[in-house]
């Protein structure tokens, strides 16, 4: 069975920086595109970034030039690199590959 695990949130004050993981367990990465998504106090869930299978990235508008995803495909793990960040990066942050979702990690950000 497959499963995501994130890891990295935290506390963390505005302009400061953290690095989140999502470790796939049961199934090899390379297998999958994989992507973050993130879901504010009271929001709904959006999108934030992608990686492809080839490595290829895409960005939401309101994290590009902030934010760095990547992978590394030996150890099964996809990461989000979040510098510069912004009280409104507060969140859950979920990894997500086709048909799974992780249990999320929280991101708090404060002003």
């Known amino acids: 069975q497959v499963h995501l695990v994130e890891s990295g949130g935290g506390l963390v004050q505005a302009g400061g920086s953290l690095t989140l993981s999502c470790t796939v367990i049961?199934?090899?990465?390379?297998?999958?595109?994989m992507r973050w998504y993130r879901q504010p106090p009271g929001g709904l869930r959006d999108y934030v970034a992608s990686?492809?299978?080839?490595?290829?990235?895409l960005y939401a508008d309101s994290v590009k030039g902030r934010f760095t995803i990547s992978r590394d495909d030996s150890k099964n793990t996809m990461y989000l690199q979040m510098n510069s960040l912004k009280p409104e990066d507060t969140a859950v942050y979920y990894c997500?590959?086709?048909?799974?979702w992780g249990q999320g990690t929280r991101v708090t950000v404060s002003s």
């Open positions: 990686i492809g299978r080839g490595g290829n990235r």
């Open positions: 049961g199934s090899n990465s390379s297998s999958y595109a």
């Open positions: 997500n590959i086709p048909a799974y």
